[in-house]
């Protein structure tokens, strides 16, 4: 019989419902709530599960195990000025108690995940949620960060790092400060072995196209192992199995239901899973178009799904079944859409959904008339210090940017040959004669050029790139916006020094550029501010920009004021008033200004032109500085005005990263 065939099989007899126990093998047995009869279920121990309400002297998911609730659960998606908000989840309640692993099912775009994600306070930014969730009678908030894990659908890792890096870097930003390193060695080699990782400890994590990179499933061992790191009491995992083989899966179902049968809540989105892989879920719930068609054990799902016409057929897999009776069949898109809200509505007003609801309304209940202090077992945890976190962030970062050629090394190389080259082509040019100062002049553009475009657009994929990881971690709550990009900037920094200063070593000895250490010394400081203010300026555009072409599409513009205002096309006194205003941007001309000062303060000594006396002449440096309507005094002002470019540009970055961050 096919799928379709069974799903249009009408119920006969319309068997009753039988009792839906919500938590399989947790009988509800506190009928007097106000004694405090639960055991203290250690979340070891899987045999202490027999009594699933939690105490009601205090609030200890640690101790108690967590029981998830959600009443009445609505989200709300923006989507867009024009068509104004969509609602996803629909008036959804459920529940999930300590040890059970629930499988949340349903077609594509029921909205599995937005329930999960909002279940586990790591909602999308601009989605509103209106009704009641609790943990052990607690409104969630961002304390689930802490008691929870949760494993994406998509990993996002660093592919620069090692296994044992990553998952040293996590434990760091992770565990309570007062985990010794000791400590923190063996959680992680205990992890290790136990999500099968240990051999590939040492491997890369890879971004696909290295040559030896995790697979795909030992990535996900690898998310997991992440989110295990501060034994959350409670794991959401989104779609675990997607692109694991049957084995892999299996495997990895597995070790959710041993960590459920330790006490660990455990929810679950899943496709299609193998009739063998579902067996192990101890609790289903099914979604259609946001809202529960159906809540409880597996076995009751078939039955209730009997009830109402939809027979599974005998050796099908049962979760197709459940999932295929919910979908939409392209062509009968109204009916099939007809018949999944029929049976949610058939479930709302079972007795499956009044079990539910009583639990529900228990805990819920229990918040509302409960009097005991929630923040103990919070309180009692200590972050990572601030600078600890820094510290961290700012490791990686730089080991990051050390094993990626493309970012430092490939453009270190690609510095030397150019200092090299620039270097030959004005070698013995630099002479004190009037063509000699052409060389100068232009030995100064090109040094200042070169230090400036190729560092501000190799910089533009920076933050976009690392985008959803800083994201998904920042609002774990792992570290701040501001930790997250000093500490880039800082991992960049001591490139940005060293590369320049060795192109000024090479590039100014052969050209033969003046040899005082002062005129040197103002060159050095000038091309080293110069390839930062230009970084800072490709971060600002990189944080402000959602993609490279369009920040790249804004910058070019930028550039040429830049360039145009350098003091070397036009001069400065002579821009139309309209663009008076950009010479104050262009750190290009306050170099430009700075370097020929270097090179020319006090030269009294330039040759003229032997042919003509009427050509004009250069006789003197101060010639050379009016030409250009640079003046001596400005040096210093020159200097700070770069610095305080740069400090804008970065404020500026670091503010689009802040706010980008804040709106998703
Ligand atoms: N930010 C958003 N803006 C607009 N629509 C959204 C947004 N987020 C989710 N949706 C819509 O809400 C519905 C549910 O999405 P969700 O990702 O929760 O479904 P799902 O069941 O997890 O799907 P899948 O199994 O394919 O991952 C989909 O129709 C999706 O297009």
Same mark, same amino acid.
């Given at each position: 019989m096919s799928d379709a065939d069974s799903r249009r099989l009408l119920t006969?007899?319309?068997?009753?419902?039988?009792?839906?126990?919500?938590?399989?093998?947790?009988?509800?047995?506190?009928?007097?709530?106000?004694?405090?009869?639960?055991?203290?279920?250690?979340?070891?121990?899987?045999?202490?599960?027999?009594?699933?309400?939690?105490?009601?002297?205090?609030?200890?998911?640690?101790?108690?195990?967590?029981? #998830?609730?959600?009443?009445? #659960?609505?989200?709300?998606?923006?989507?867009?000025?024009?068509?104004?908000?969509?609602?996803?989840?629909?008036?959804?309640? +459920?529940?999930?108690?300590?040890?059970? $692993?629930?499988?949340?099912?349903?077609?594509?775009?029921?909205?599995?995940?937005?329930?999960?994600?909002?279940?586990?306070?790591?909602?999308?930014?601009?989605?509103?949620?209106?009704?009641?969730? $609790?943990?052990?009678?607690?409104?969630?908030?961002?304390?689930?960060?802490?008691?929870?894990?949760?494993?994406?659908?998509?990993?996002?890792?660093?592919?620069?790092?090692?296994?044992?890096?990553?998952?040293?870097?996590?434990?760091?930003?992770?565990?309570?400060?007062?985990?010794?390193?000791?400590?923190?060695?063996?959680?992680?080699?205990?992890? !290790?072995?136990?999500?099968?990782?240990?051999?590939?400890?040492?491997?890369?994590?890879?971004?696909?196209?290295?040559?030896?990179?995790?697979?795909?499933?030992?990535?996900?061992?690898?998310?997991?192992?992440?989110?295990?790191?501060?034994?959350?009491?409670? $794991?959401?995992?989104?779609?675990?199995?997607?692109?694991?083989?049957?084995?892999?899966?299996?495997?990895?179902?597995?070790?959710?239901?041993?960590?459920?049968?330790?006490?660990?809540?455990?929810?679950?989105?899943?496709?299609?899973?193998?009739?063998?892989?579902?067996?192990?879920?101890?609790?289903?719930?099914?979604?259609?178009?946001?809202?529960?068609?159906?809540?409880?054990?597996?076995?009751?799902?078939?039955?209730?799904f009997a009830?109402?016409g939809y027979y599974c057929p005998e050796a099908y897999n049962?979760?197709d079944f459940?999932?295929g009776v919910?979908a939409?069949d392209?062509?009968y898109?109204?009916a099939s859409?007809?018949s999944?809200?029929?049976?949610?509505?058939?479930?709302?007003?079972?007795?499956?959904?009044?079990?539910?609801?009583?639990?529900?309304?228990?805990?819920?209940?229990?918040?509302?008339?409960?009097?005991?202090?929630?923040?103990?077992?919070?309180?009692?945890?200590?972050?990572?210090?601030?600078?600890?976190?820094?510290?961290?962030?700012?490791?990686?970062?730089?080991?990051?940017? #050390?094993?990626?050629?493309?970012?430092?090394?490939?453009?270190? #190389?690609?510095?030397?040959?150019?200092?090299?080259?620039?270097?030959?082509?004005?070698?013995?040019?630099?002479?004190?004669?009037?063509?000699?100062?052409?060389?100068?002049?232009?030995?100064?553009?090109?040094?200042?050029?070169?230090?400036?475009?190729?560092?501000?657009?190799?910089?533009?994929?920076?933050?976009?790139?690392?985008?959803?990881?800083?994201?998904?971690?920042?609002?774990?709550?792992?570290?701040?916006?501001?930790?997250?990009?000093?500490?880039?900037?800082?991992?960049? $920094?001591? +490139?940005?020094?060293?590369?320049?200063?060795?192109?000024?070593?090479?590039?100014?000895?052969?050209?033969? !550029?003046?040899?005082? !250490?002062?005129?040197?010394?103002?060159?050095?400081?000038?091309?080293?501010?110069?390839?930062?203010?230009?970084?800072?300026?490709?971060?600002?555009?990189?944080?402000?920009?959602?993609?490279?072409?369009?920040?790249?599409?804004?910058?070019?513009?930028?550039?040429?004021?830049?360039?145009?205002?350098?003091?070397?096309?036009?001069?400065?006194?002579?821009?139309?008033?309209?663009?008076?205003?950009?010479?104050?941007?262009?750190?290009?001309?306050?170099?430009?200004?700075?370097?020929?000062?270097?090179?020319?303060?006090?030269?009294?000594?330039?040759?003229?032109?032997?042919?003509?006396?009427?050509?004009?002449?250069?006789?003197?440096?101060?010639?050379?500085?009016?030409?250009?309507?640079?003046?001596?005094?400005?040096?210093?002002?020159?200097?700070?005005?770069?610095?305080?470019?740069?400090?804008?540009?970065?404020?500026?970055?670091?503010?689009?990263?802040?706010?980008?961050?804040?709106?998703?």
């Amino acid at each position: 019989m096919s799928d379709a065939d069974s799903r249009r099989l009408l119920t006969q007899d319309q068997h009753e419902l039988q009792m839906v126990r919500i938590g399989q093998g947790n009988g509800t047995s506190s009928d007097n709530p106000s004694v405090d009869t639960t055991p203290k279920l250690s979340k070891r121990n899987s045999s202490e599960r027999s009594l699933p309400l939690r105490s009601y002297s205090k609030w200890s998911p640690t101790e108690q195990g967590a029981t #998830l609730v959600w009443r009445d #659960l609505c989200v709300y998606t923006n989507v867009g000025s024009a068509r104004g908000m969509k609602r996803i989840i629909n008036n959804s309640t +459920g529940a999930v108690q300590p040890g059970s $692993l629930m499988a949340l099912m349903g077609a594509s775009g029921s909205g599995k995940t937005t329930l999960m994600s909002t279940l586990a306070y790591r909602q999308q930014g601009g989605t509103v949620v209106q009704g009641d969730i $609790l943990i052990n009678g607690r409104r969630v908030g961002p304390f689930m960060h802490r008691i929870s894990g949760y494993v994406y659908q998509d990993d996002l890792f660093i592919g620069a790092l090692t296994v044992l890096e990553h998952l040293n870097f996590m434990a760091n930003l992770r565990l309570d400060r007062r985990v010794s390193s000791e400590e923190r060695r063996l959680i992680i080699r205990e992890l !290790l072995e136990r999500t099968g990782l240990l051999s590939a400890s040492n491997t890369r994590i890879g971004c696909g196209d290295d040559e030896k990179v995790l697979s795909g499933g030992e990535r996900k061992r690898l998310a997991f192992a992440v989110e295990l790191l501060n034994n959350p009491v409670i $794991l959401f995992c989104d779609e675990p199995t997607t692109g694991l083989d049957s084995y892999s899966a299996q495997q990895l179902v597995a070790t959710l239901h041993e960590l459920a049968q330790k006490g660990t809540t455990i929810l679950c989105t899943i496709h299609q899973p193998s009739s063998q892989l579902f067996d192990n879920f101890n609790n289903v719930m099914l979604l259609a178009d946001g809202r529960v068609a159906f809540t409880g054990s597996p076995q009751h799902a078939l039955s209730f799904f009997a009830d109402h016409g939809y027979y599974c057929p005998e050796a099908y897999n049962p979760a197709d079944f459940l999932i295929g009776v919910l979908a939409t069949d392209p062509g009968y898109e109204q009916a099939s859409q007809r018949s999944a809200q029929h049976l949610c509505d058939q479930f709302a007003v079972s007795s499956a959904a009044k079990q539910r609801d009583m639990l529900v309304n228990l805990e819920i209940h229990m918040a509302q008339s409960g009097n005991f202090p929630y923040d103990t077992e919070l309180d009692s945890f200590r972050g990572v210090a601030w600078y600890r976190r820094f510290y961290v962030v700012w490791l990686r970062a730089t080991l990051t940017l #050390l094993r990626d050629p493309t970012v430092q090394w490939m453009r270190f #190389l690609q510095k030397m040959a150019m200092a090299f080259i620039i270097g030959a082509c004005f070698a013995g040019t630099t002479e004190l004669t009037q063509l000699g100062v052409q060389a100068v002049q232009g030995t100064i553009f090109i040094m200042i050029s070169e230090n400036t475009y190729h560092p501000m657009y190799s910089v533009l994929n920076i933050f976009p790139q690392g985008f959803p990881l800083f994201m998904r971690e920042t609002r774990s709550g792992l570290y701040s916006t501001a930790q997250y990009y000093v500490a880039n900037i800082l991992a960049m $920094l001591p +490139g940005m020094i060293i590369e320049p200063l060795l192109f000024v070593v090479i590039c100014y000895w052969i050209t033969g !550029l003046r040899a005082t !250490l002062y005129a040197f010394g103002i060159t050095a400081i000038c091309v080293v501010l110069v390839m930062n203010v230009a970084t800072a300026c490709g971060c600002f555009f990189s944080t402000a920009f959602n993609s490279v072409p369009l920040a790249m599409a804004y910058l070019v513009p930028l550039d040429y004021i830049i360039m145009i205002t350098s003091g070397i096309f036009i001069k400065i006194s002579s821009l139309p008033v309209a663009f008076y205003w950009t010479q104050f941007l262009s750190w290009m001309l306050y170099a430009n200004e700075a370097m020929t000062i270097a090179q020319w303060s006090g030269v009294q000594n330039i040759t003229c032109f032997g042919e003509s006396a009427d050509l004009p002449c250069f006789h003197t440096g101060q010639d050379v500085l009016d030409k250009y309507s640079f003046s001596e005094s400005n040096l210093y002002r020159n200097l700070l005005a770069i610095l305080g470019i740069y400090f804008g540009f970065h404020l500026l970055g670091y503010y689009f990263l802040w706010r980008r961050a804040r709106k998703i």
